[in-house]
């Protein structure tokens, strides 16, 4: 499995790591809007011929307009005639009205094409997120990985909509621009020439400094989701222990690293803009001046300088659109990459492609000389082996970090083992697949989660075609009936914000009504009583064991006089097995078991 985490470290040379392969799989992702993107570029050529051919029409309608004037000095009076000049004058009116709807239909479905693919990217991402091993979920913040899903998709969006079509305007605008320059004036556009090669430079000097800058950026906005997430989840831990100065300054901290690459970022991103105008206007300037002389000299007309002119700030425009778009592309790139090594990282080991079907397990476990280290090279079971057979109850004991939600988890397949085997019913664990697997399981963990929904949408996660008599019999074996029926819409209560509106023990009595209503053949309870009264918990113990009559149960306690009752009990440490048996054998042995029940009935 991969270690990686998803935060990257900025190198000073370079980021992204490979602009070119990364803008390669960027538009691989568009094979399937070949239709829109084929209308763009025609779109596209069809507006940029015309942007290039209106200044060479407009300088001949204003050399007819011209000699009108002229003739009307010379005679004294102007008309105005259909032939030649107001039909030309219509002409050129129609193109640009013709350039302006095609203006807008590329942008329209540039737009559309944009919003397709990063719609395209957050369903890749959610299917990834289904497919990672917890090991993914244990090693990142959910800050950073929310931060693929928004401001990363954001930039690539936002230059996909706006920067890459522009640029590719750009490109072609400048390209016929030039075109009609030399063909006007080769010495007058080589001094234009010479000006835009200076600015290509100092694009290219920003550029490089630019891309580092706008990767430290997403990388500080990661960071600040990250912290921002991780403090309003432990909000109330943070006001317990009086952190709220410590956690406030650490946030303050991050957000001016924020402003800090923000401005860096933006600041070379919109300077380079400025610097880029200033050269052309100084090309202007000194183009104008021989363009004058020779207008005066009859070498140019009127409307000849005038289309120049117009040639000179398309050209000139461009380029210093250009070059803020490729600046604003290579922070767009940063921001693929980064996405591209989230949908990149290493998934869960594919299910077999000829899985065995166990529709209703029986319940007989067993763990067959099974190994395990979060790392090949640090591994932290070895050789465990036990047998819990069908119906019975298995308890998990020892101190904390032990490994004791280890073992579940291989169980679960949440972890791949090392070595080994796990089997069901004699059926090992990898001919199944993880969602015919875990079917057969209902956990009750200590760590409570329940959705945005009512009450009964929660209860009924397991089973969403349960009807409300099952879930209302599952609550009161819950023994939570009573209390939802004090909700202001019982059963139909909406739980938002996590439930924070209930206490925590509430949250786990719906968990463990959860579990009730699927009636799974192996339970899986991870400290389920453990943050309930003494009084509720003795009367979920009772409904406790008449779930598990008949069902193979693995119950993780630290409170030992719970699991007193177990067929089977094993207690753990450093990842590994120590001693095994009945409650009384284990006391009878004289070893850690019986250690640490003493000392809690001392």
């Keep these: ?42 779109s596209i050529i069809i507006y940029t011929a ?25 005679t004294g009076s102007f008309s105005f005639a259909w032939e030649p000049l107001g039909r030309e004058m219509a002409i050129l009116a129609v193109m640009y009205m013709i350039m302006a709807c095609f203006y807008f239909f590329q942008s329209y479905l540039m737009a559309s094409v944009a919003e397709n693919l990063i719609l395209k990217f957050r369903r890749q991402i959610s299917n990834k997120l289904n497919k990672l091993p917890l090991r993914f979920f244990d090693q990142n913040k959910p800050g950073e990985i929310l931060s693929r899903v928004t401001s990363d998709l954001d930039k690539v969006s936002e230059t996909l909509q706006t920067g890459l079509l522009k640029l590719v305007v750009a490109i072609g605008t400048i390209i016929g621009s030039l075109a009609f320059m030399f ?51 432990g909000r109330d831990i943070i006001k317990a222990f ?16 924020v402003r800090l690459a923000t401005r860096d970022a933006d600041f070379l991103t919109n300077s380079v803009n400025p610097a880029v105008r200033f050269l052309s206007r100084v090309a202007q300037a000194v183009i104008l001046l021989i363009a004058g002389f020779w207008m005066l000299n009859n070498r140019m007309t009127v409307g000849v300088v ?44 594919p299910d077999t492609a000829t899985p065995v079907n166990l529709d209703r397990a029986e319940g007989r476990i067993a763990f067959e000389h099974v190994s395990f280290g979060y790392s090949p090279e640090k591994i932290l079971m070895r050789d465990i082996s036990f047998t819990a057979e069908k119906g019975k109850k298995v308890a998990i004991v020892g101190a904390t970090g032990a ?53 009964a949408e929660n209860i009924a996660y397991g089973r969403p075609d349960a009807t409300r008599e099952d879930i209302i019999r599952a609550a009161k074996m819950a023994r939570v009936d009573y209390f939802i029926r004090t909700m202001p819409q019982g059963y139909d209560t909406v739980l938002e914000n996590d439930a924070s509106s209930l206490s925590v023990g509430q949250r786990q009595l719906l968990t463990i009504a959860r579990v009730f209503l699927c009636d799974p053949p192996i339970l899986i309870l991870d400290e389920a009583t453990s943050s309930v009264d003494t009084r509720t918990e003795a009367e979920i113990s009772k409904a ?21 009752d177990a067929d089977m009990i094993l207690y753990m440490a450093n990842g590994n097995i120590t001693e095994k048996g009945t409650h009384d054998e284990l006391l009878a042995k004289g070893g850690a078991y019986a250690s640490l029940y003493n000392s809690q009935f001392a």
């Design 1 to 42: 499995m991969s270690k990686k985490k998803l935060k990257t470290v900025v190198r000073e040379h370079d980021a992204p790591q490979n602009a070119g392969k990364t803008a390669k799989r960027l538009f691989g992702q568009l094979k399937d809007q070949r239709f829109r993107l084929v209308a763009v570029a025609i």
């Design 50 to 74: 015309l942007n290039i051919f209106t200044p060479y029409y407009s300088a001949i309608v204003i050399d007819a307009l011209k000699e009108a004037v002229e003739d009307a000095i010379a």
């Design 183 to 233: 063909y006007y004036s080769w010495i007058l556009a080589l001094i234009f020439l010479a000006f835009m090669a200076v600015a290509v430079i100092i694009t290219k000097v920003v550029s490089k400094k630019n891309l580092k800058c706008a990767s430290e950026r997403q990388e500080a906005i990661a960071r600040l989701t990250g912290i921002a997430e991780e403090y309003y989840t």
């Design 242 to 257: 009086n952190h709220e100065e410590e956690s406030v300054n650490k946030v303050n901290k991050t957000v001016d690293e």
């Design 306 to 349: 005038q289309a120049y002119f117009q040639y000179l700030n398309m050209s000139a425009e461009p380029i210093t659109e250009a070059s803020f778009m490729i600046n604003s592309l290579q922070s767009a790139l940063a921001s693929a990459e980064r996405t591209f090594e989230f949908l990149d990282d290493e998934e869960e080991v």
């Design 403 to 455: 490994g004791k939600t280890t073992l579940i988890n291989l169980l679960m397949r949440f972890y791949e083992v090392n070595g080994g085997h796990i089997t069901i019913d004699g059926i090992s664990s990898t001919d199944l697949t993880r969602k015919g697997l875990r079917k057969n399981f209902g956990m009750v963990l200590q760590d409570t989660w329940l959705f945005g929904g009512t009450i």
């Design 544 to 564: 406790m064991n008449e779930l598990m009559s008949g069902r193979t149960s693995f119950v993780i306690a630290h409170r030992l006089s719970t699991i007193r």
